[in-house]
């Protein structure tokens, strides 16, 4: 019997079912983040790339639609799709609406995590971020999540394709390191949880569902 073939959706799918974790700004070197409080000059080039990241979000949806939040925004039956609209403000104090230091001038420095595209990816349950300092000495310190929770909202699942929804945009989770008076290096890990369907713990690929990275700061 012969099959037909939407032009549509692609052939050739990567057989990955749970999504890696990116965070923004990208790490210097060996996922490294290292800066200077006094120094505004050592944490530019961080601040810089979250302002042009954020931007180019923004100029982006100018199409997006505002969704309908807490469910999947289905369209099986739409040949072109649309795409939720993903507001920065959410972002709360690590959106750089108000702080264009994002932080990094008070010791408590943003990065933006986000989830690969995986087409058709339908979570189970609620997809949240969650970080960790990865030694024990450092677990007086703490994180605050934006959105509030640190979620991924379910409407902007499933993902259909660069080709059908050009205009898609992954949600953002807004991780506010409180690293304070603490100044030494600090290794951090964030993982998917919540998500019984979204794998986080893989020895064969460090990034499936998590990423590690290690932050220095001095004064």
Same mark, same amino acid.
Do not use: H
């Given at each position: 019997?012969?099959?037909?073939?939407?032009?549509?959706?692609?052939?050739?799918?990567?057989?990955?079912?749970?999504?890696?974790?990116?965070?923004?700004?990208?790490?210097?070197?060996a996922m490294e983040m290292k800066f200077n409080?006094?120094?505004?000059?050592?944490?530019?080039?961080?601040?810089?790339?979250?302002?042009?990241?954020?931007?180019?979000?923004?100029?982006?949806?100018?199409?997006?639609?505002?969704?309908?939040?807490?469910?999947f925004f289905i369209q099986d039956d739409r040949?072109?799709?649309?795409?939720?609209?993903?507001?920065?403000? %959410? !972002?709360?104090?690590?959106?750089?609406?108000?702080?264009?230091?994002?932080?990094?001038?008070? =010791? *408590? $420095?943003? /990065?933006?995590?986000?989830?690969?595209?995986?087409?058709?990816?339908?979570?189970?349950?609620?997809?949240?971020?969650?970080?960790t300092y990865k030694t024990e000495t450092d677990?007086?310190?703490?994180?605050?999540?934006?959105?509030?929770?640190?979620?991924?909202?379910?409407?902007?699942?499933?993902?259909?394709?660069?080709?059908?929804?050009?205009?898609?945009?992954?949600?953002?989770?807004?991780?506010? %390191? !409180?690293?304070?008076?603490?100044?030494?290096?600090?290794?951090?890990?964030?993982?998917?949880? =919540? *998500? $019984?369907? /979204?794998?986080?713990?893989?020895?064969?690929?460090?990034?499936?569902?998590?990423?590690?990275?290690?932050?220095?700061?001095?004064?």
């Amino acid at each position: 019997m012969l099959q037909t073939l939407d032009d549509e959706i692609p052939k050739y799918r990567d057989r990955i079912s749970s999504p890696g974790l990116t965070i923004w700004p990208r790490p210097d070197s060996a996922m490294e983040m290292k800066f200077n409080l006094s120094d505004p000059r050592s944490y530019s080039s961080y601040t810089d790339a979250l302002a042009d990241f954020l931007k180019e979000y923004e100029n982006k949806q100018n199409r997006n639609i505002a969704c309908e939040p807490g469910s999947f925004f289905i369209q099986d039956d739409r040949k072109e799709k649309a795409a939720c609209l993903f507001n920065r403000s %959410l !972002l709360g104090e690590c959106s750089g609406l108000n702080d264009t230091d994002y932080g990094y001038s008070t =010791g *408590s $420095p943003c /990065v933006l995590v986000k989830m690969n595209r995986i087409i058709g990816l339908k979570p189970n349950g609620q997809p949240t971020v969650n970080c960790t300092y990865k030694t024990e000495t450092d677990d007086r310190l703490q994180f605050k999540y934006f959105p509030e929770g640190g979620t991924f909202d379910l409407m902007y699942f499933p993902y259909y394709g660069r080709k059908v929804q050009p205009t898609y945009v992954q949600p953002l989770v807004g991780v506010k %390191l !409180l690293i304070g008076n603490n100044r030494k290096d600090i290794s951090i890990e964030c993982k998917i949880e =919540g *998500s $019984p369907s /979204v794998k986080n713990s893989d020895d064969r690929d460090k990034f499936l569902g998590r990423v590690a990275f290690k932050v220095t700061v001095i004064e």
